[in-house]
């Protein structure tokens, strides 16, 4: 980030106006946003947006995007040589830095949360670019009012359509609390923890019956929602018995839904999102740097919050002979077979292959099989369709099941490449002999232990801030070391390894609160990944 102050300019040299693209960026789920708002992103060289709104685009954001911080230092503070107090930018500010920007030639992308129709600040930018003759664009998003509901499970028309009033608590007149009160259509009120309970005051001074149904979300569309069922005459008990309030997120938006869609029982029976499996669970992905995010985008899926630490890096075998002389004997005929078991040997044999000017017709003529779904898509992607890869689990033993046997009638030659790393398993070359093959077993990368982890993550390994640990391979399990014996000494944590998801539950508590380390096909990961009925339930499972 360059952080720079919205009353001096950080955009320097005189050019034709650039492009503002005033985008929406939904209310939290970056799943959200739109292809023509992950395109606009992709293109930026200034990204604005607060920082809770930075969380959501920025991942879209090319490498390098200026995004200069809309708060401001406090003067006196920094005077006085004591840490500054920032303030939010007023609109003005951020206008004139906006403006600012695209007066450089650059293409610049406010974000704002929801929709910019809907944010007044936006349209006081607009105003302002339009004023100054500088071009400008609009992305719509989803409305925080409408995405946090179905997030929700509470759907905002019934089978009759009734009629849908939006309220802003926050800046509402006694007119309009008069309006909705006396009304029986449906209200989205958008408030804060510490406001809505007032805001179902109003209503039921204004007329609302105070059984009537009302739901409150806060974090909506994020693994950090929590919805709560309660009516305008018992929502401020539901908070104070629950001790919602005071809370740290006492200021942040929350939508509360008012009238009869917001039901308990409807909701219970419509609520998708938070009764995911993994829901709120934050889980621990020892893995390798290199690893595709494959896996803990399968967590997300099912709710989780994955944290990835980095426990091992991939790198060249020390002695390179041995792989050369094996890929050289790929390209002479002497071998029937080559095993991957990972991505990372797939990716060794290639570089390899790159560094020699070959290419996938060297396999011509040769057996090639995989270890998982992983292993298989990365060999595609160099041009070689596997002939053979486990039916049923995706490991070396499950390879084992399918590998045939040597035949001297129908096998001419006898040898097996096996590309892996220093430190596999010899679970496959014992069967391989056993089933009359001879193996070249060849280290074709290593893996060696990664950084230690950021403080804040090492803290909370130590206490108990996780709910599992999630091991993708037995090199992940090797070199957590220290931190991972920490936490399997708190009972709150679970330790799971990535199973192949064939025998109905692919990621699967460790026996005995060990791991049993298996190769697995994908860099460091199982091929199935995390599949449904992974132990927990609704709720995150608590």
């Known amino acids: ?116 129709g809907l944010e007044g600040n936006a349209a006081e930018e607009m105003l302002a670019c339009a004023h100054q003759g ?34 802003d608590a926050r800046h509402a007149s006694a007119r309009c609390w008069s309006e909705v009160g006396t009304s029986d259509c449906g209200v989205v009120v958008s408030a804060t923890l510490e406001t809505v309970a007032g805001a179902a005051a109003e209503l039921v ?36 018995q629950g001790k919602v309030l005071p809370s740290p997120e006492g200021s942040r938006p929350v939508i509360a839904v008012v ?16 009764s995911k499996p993994l829901f709120g669970w934050r889980v621990l992905v020892p893995r390798t740097k290199e690893q595709a995010a494959s896996l803990s985008d399968q967590l997300r899926s099912y709710g989780a919050v994955p944290h990835e630490v980095p426990t091992i890096a991939v790198e060249p075998p020390r002695t390179p002979q041995q792989m050369e002389r094996a890929v050289k004997g790929l390209v002479t005929g002497r071998y029937e077979w ?18 020699y000017g070959l290419d996938a017709r060297a396999f011509a003529g040769i057996k090639v099989a995989a270890v998982g779904e992983q292993t298989a898509a990365a060999l ?13 689990e995706q490991s070396a033993a499950g390879l084992l099941e399918d590998w045939p046997p040597y035949d001297p009638v129908f096998d001419p030659i006898d040898r097996v490449f096996l590309p892996r790393a220093d430190i596999a398993t010899e679970t496959l070359v014992a069967g391989l002999i056993e089933l009359g093959w001879e193996v070249d077993d060849v280290t074709a990368y290593r893996t060696v232990r990664a950084s230690p982890p ?71 990961g199982g091929a199935g990944g995390v599949r449904g009925g992974a132990p927990g339930g609704g709720q995150g499972g608590r």
């Not at 009759?160 to 009033?165: H, I, L, P, S």
């Open 1 to 116: 980030m360059n952080p720079s102050s919205p009353t001096t300019s950080p955009f320097a040299g005189v050019a034709a106006p650039g492009l503002v693209t005033f985008l929406g960026a939904g209310p939290g789920d970056p799943g959200l946003l739109t292809l023509r708002a992950v395109e606009a992103l992709a293109a930026a060289d200034v990204l604005i947006a607060e920082p809770e709104v930075l969380e959501v685009v920025r991942t879209h954001a090319r490498a390098g995007v200026d995004t200069p911080q809309l708060t401001v230092a406090d003067e006196m503070s920094v005077a006085a040589g004591v840490p500054a107090i920032r303030t939010p930018s007023t609109a003005a500010d951020v206008a004139n830095l906006v403006m600012e920007a695209a007066r450089s030639g650059r293409r610049v992308v406010r974000a704002v949360t929801g929709d910019p």
């Open 134 to 167: 500088i071009p400008f664009e609009v992305v719509p998003g989803v409305a925080t009012a409408v995405g946090v509901p179905a997030y929700a499970g509470v759907p905002l028309r019934g089978e009759q359509g009734a009629d849908v009033r939006f309220v």
């Open 205 to 240: 001074a204004a007329g609302r019956k105070p059984e009537t149904p009302l739901t409150v979300t806060v974090g909506g569309t994020t693994t950090r929602q929590r919805t709560w069922s309660a009516t305008l005459g018992t929502i401020a008990q539901v908070f104070k």
């Open 259 to 274: 009238g009869e869609q917001g039901a308990a029982a409807r909701r219970e029976e419509l609520a998708w999102f938070e």
């Open 338 to 355: 080559i095993a991957f078991t990972s991505v990372n040997a797939v990716k060794a044999v290639r570089e390899k292959f790159e560094e």
């Open 380 to 392: 595609v992607e160099f041009g070689v369709k596997p002939d053979l890869v486990p039916s049923g």
């Open 454 to 524: 950021p403080a804040d993550t090492r803290e909370a390994i130590k206490g108990g801030g996780f709910d599992a640990v999630l091991f993708t391979s037995s090199s992940t399990v090797r070199n957590p070391g220290r931190h991972r014996r920490q936490a399997a000494q708190r009972d709150r944590h679970r330790l799971y390894r990535a199973g192949d998801g064939q025998d109905g539950g692919g990621a699967r508590p460790a026996r005995g609160r060990a791991v049993a380390g298996a190769e697995r096909g994908q860099a460091g």
